[in-house]
Structures are given as structure tokens and as C-alpha cells.
């Protein structure tokens, strides 16, 4: 049990441009949470998966915002056209299907110059 | 939908004092309660979780009593230690699916 990896650890970027994260999961787990926390706030729910398909994406903040699981394994976050206020730390969680406990990974700090 | 109310912050205790950080909720039906922990630069980890009614969960020293009546679902320590200095999260699942709803935290800073 490596624990949940993601990837990078820190981004810095220019308002306008996109980015991408990468989250790797606890190996046997089959489903995959984003989340976004902002300074002084608890993580906000953004979207999961269960293996390759995403069961919940209607809390997505925009169509700016894209997430991925192609062969149930990793997975990828996009933000098309990034806003000063995309500014945030990226979460991503992977628990058993069926359990309820969540194991997080150190998460992505997304800068937006 | 299923939410919780966190005791804002900051907290700051003295090494050996007494810890409660309040929670309280709002859910439909009886769903899990859990208590995570953010340390500074890590990412959130499971203190302990309760899964119904006048369940206490426990670790670290650490105790939660999902309390029906109330609502609630306050953190207590006995002694605090400096390590414990971190942020604290109280959190339910959502209506729908796993995912979770977060308090905002409560941060706590342990000083000897």
C-alpha cells in the first residue's frame, strides 16, 4: 500500500492556459474522488469515479473543468483556460467500493498568475 | 441534503489541556460520521468514523460520540500533545454515492 500519489505536487501558471493533474490511486481501489479546497475551507466535492466510469460529475464548477479514469487506474484532472480563481489546492481520494472511508493524497496547490 | 456545522477556529491550547471541537449535522436518515485530520503539508487522513447512533469512534486518544439527539458529533482529547497541532475536519456522506460533505476544519495549534 503505496498510498494515493498525485502529481505534480505544486503549479504555477498563467490565467489563460490549461493544466492538467494526475492522481494514482491506492492499487485495489476501485473508486477515484476529486475535490477542491480553497484557503480556510474543507475539500468541495467536484466529481468520482468507479473504475473507468464517472458515476458523478454534476458538481463539476464548469465545462472549464474535465476528469478521466481511461482504464480504471489513474486518473486525470483538466482546467481549460484557467482563472485567477481556479487558484486552489486539487484533492484526490480512492476507497473499496462499498466502504466508506476515503485515503487522500497530499494533493496538487494550483497557482494562477 | 446531508451537511455539517463545524466550531470555527482558530484553537489554541496549551500541552495537557482538554480538546472539544464541535460538529453538529444534518442528514436524511442515519449516515456515517467521520473526523479527518490535515497536519501541515499532508494530505487529509482518517482519525475515526462512527457508522450509527451512540457509536463512539476512537483513536489516537482521540473520541467522537454520534449523539442522535443532538446532532452531533464533537471531538474531545483528554491531553493534547503539540503533535496533534493540525486541522480537523468533521464530515458525512452526501445524499447520493461516497462522496463526502466537509466542514470548513477547525484549526488547532498545541503550544508547550
Known amino acids: 500500500d503505496t498510498g494515493v500519489s498525485q502529481d505534480p505536487r505544486h503549479k504555477i501558471t498563467k490565467r489563460g492556459q490549461n493544466v492538467t493533474f494526475r492522481c494514482d490511486p491506492i492499487s485495489e481501489h476501485n473508486r477515484l474522488y476529486w475535490y477542491r479546497q480553497t484557503l480556510g475551507q474543507g475539500p468541495e466535492f467536484l466529481t468520482y469515479f468507479q473504475n473507468e466510469a464517472q458515476l458523478e460529475k454534476s458538481r463539476l464548477l464548469s465545462d472549464r473543468f474535465s476528469a478521466e479514469r481511461p482504464k480504471g487506474s489513474f486518473s486525470t484532472l483538466e482546467i481549460q483556460r484557467t482563472e485567477q480563481g481556479d487558484s486552489a489546492m486539487y484533492l484526490c481520494a480512492s476507497s473499496i467500493g462499498g466502504q466508506n472511508i476515503q485515503y487522500f493524497g497530499a494533493g496538487t496547490r494550483l497557482s494562477v498568475l | 441534503g446531508n451537511s455539517v456545522t463545524q466550531m470555527e477556529g482558530p484553537v489554541t491550547l496549551s500541552e495537557e489541556a482538554f480538546l472539544t471541537i464541535n460538529c453538529t449535522y444534518t442528514?436524511?436518515?442515519?449516515?456515517?460520521l467521520f473526523w479527518y485530520v490535515q497536519y501541515p503539508g499532508e494530505g487529509l487522513q482518517l482519525l475515526l468514523k462512527?457508522?450509527?447512533?451512540?457509536d463512539k469512534g476512537s483513536n489516537k486518544g482521540f473520541e467522537a460520540t454520534y449523539r442522535k439527539e443532538t446532532t452531533s458529533f464533537h471531538l474531545e482529547k483528554g491531553s493534547v500533545q503539540v503533535s496533534d497541532s493540525a486541522v480537523y475536519f468533521c464530515a458525512l456522506p452526501l445524499n447520493t454515492g461516497n462522496q463526502f460533505y466537509f466542514g470548513t476544519g477547525t484549526s488547532l495549534t498545541v503550544i508547550p
Open positions: 442528514a436524511t436518515g442515519y449516515p456515517s
Open positions: 462512527a457508522t450509527k447512533a451512540d
